[in-house]
């Protein structure tokens, strides 16, 4: 028994080395791709990045009210402070510190503070977004990424693009551009108006002079007729 196997095994060898091989890198394939997923978990919860950003637009069905949200996530395990947080566009930062601050009440001199796995949420209105990127664009749509950033105590800054907030802003100033080009047809077009009516008065006004003329002039026609010398 153990001649054929040695004999099978001296017949295969090219082979049994082969699928031996195959199998080590299969083998190890999965333990890298293991210990690849464990760190990834670990880096996950112990994060290499300070914060995590959603912002975004939300309608309130029972209100109506309108507004952006601003929520920062402290992804680490130990307490971080914020010295700043807004949007940038275009090199220009909207810092929305100082109204965050006022809107909790909070004195100027203490530090915005975020716990471990922990949130801050900031709900502020349409317009302090939009007179933002007027100021940079007057009324023209944003084209270039508008971004919403944090920066810590330490100086660390993260950033995130906002499609959904830029899509927002560029709906809203598309309707306020309409109405601005239906005011000033409104105001062309009353204007030509105006003119209109002032030509007809002053075109009625010469009519109603030659008209006179003439019924005076056959007023002295018809009085000569009737007194010929």
Same mark, same amino acid.
Do not use: C
């Given at each position: 028994?153990?001649?054929?196997?040695?004999?099978?095994?001296?017949?295969?060898?090219?082979?049994?080395?082969?699928?031996?091989?195959?199998?080590?890198?299969?083998?190890?394939?999965?333990?890298?791709?293991?210990?690849?997923?464990?760190?990834?978990?670990?880096?996950?919860?112990?994060?290499?990045?300070?914060?995590?950003?959603?912002?975004?637009?939300?309608?309130?069905?029972?209100?109506?009210?309108?507004?952006?949200?601003?929520?920062?996530?402290?992804?680490?395990?130990?307490?971080?402070?914020?010295?700043?947080?807004?949007?940038?566009?275009?090199?220009?930062?909207?810092?929305?510190?100082?109204?965050? !601050?006022?809107?909790?009440?909070?004195?100027?001199? =203490?530090? &915005?503070?975020? %716990?471990?796995?922990?949130?801050? @949420? *900031?709900?502020?209105?349409?317009?302090?977004?939009?007179?933002?990127?007027?100021?940079?664009?007057?009324?023209?749509?944003?084209?270039?990424?508008?971004?919403?950033?944090?920066?810590?105590?330490?100086?660390?800054?993260?950033?995130?693009?906002?499609?959904?907030?830029?899509?927002?802003?560029?709906?809203?100033?598309?309707?306020?551009?309409?109405?601005?080009?239906?005011?000033?047809?409104?105001?062309?077009?009353?204007?030509?108006?105006?003119?209109?009516?002032?030509? !007809?008065?002053?075109?009625?006004?010469?009519?109603? =002079?030659? &008209?006179?003329? %003439?019924?005076?002039?056959?007023? @002295? *026609?018809?009085?000569?007729?009737?007194?010929?010398?």
């Amino acid at each position: 028994m153990l001649d054929a196997i040695t004999s099978f095994i001296n017949d295969n060898f090219t082979y049994i080395t082969v699928i031996g091989i195959v199998l080590f890198f299969i083998l190890f394939l999965i333990s890298f791709l293991s210990a690849q997923s464990k760190f990834k978990t670990i880096m996950a919860f112990f994060g290499t990045k300070q914060f995590d950003i959603l912002t975004y637009f939300n309608h309130d069905s029972m209100t109506n009210k309108e507004n952006f949200v601003f929520r920062i996530f402290n992804k680490n395990i130990h307490d971080l402070r914020v010295s700043s947080f807004g949007y940038e566009y275009l090199g220009q930062t909207l810092d929305l510190v100082s109204s965050y !601050k006022k809107t909790e009440q909070m004195p100027d001199h =203490k530090h &915005i503070l975020i %716990q471990p796995r922990d949130f801050i @949420t *900031y709900d502020f209105e349409l317009n302090t977004l939009k007179q933002f990127t007027d100021g940079i664009l007057k009324q023209s749509t944003l084209k270039k990424p508008l971004k919403a950033y944090v920066i810590d105590s330490l100086g660390i800054k993260t950033t995130r693009r906002t499609p959904h907030i830029k899509k927002q802003l560029n709906t809203i100033k598309n309707k306020e551009n309409k109405v601005i080009r239906l005011n000033q047809i409104h105001t062309k077009a009353t204007k030509t108006i105006n003119t209109l009516e002032a030509k !007809k008065e002053k075109t009625s006004s010469k009519f109603n =002079k030659w &008209i006179y003329t %003439q019924l005076m002039a056959y007023q @002295t *026609y018809i009085k000569n007729k009737s007194n010929p010398k």
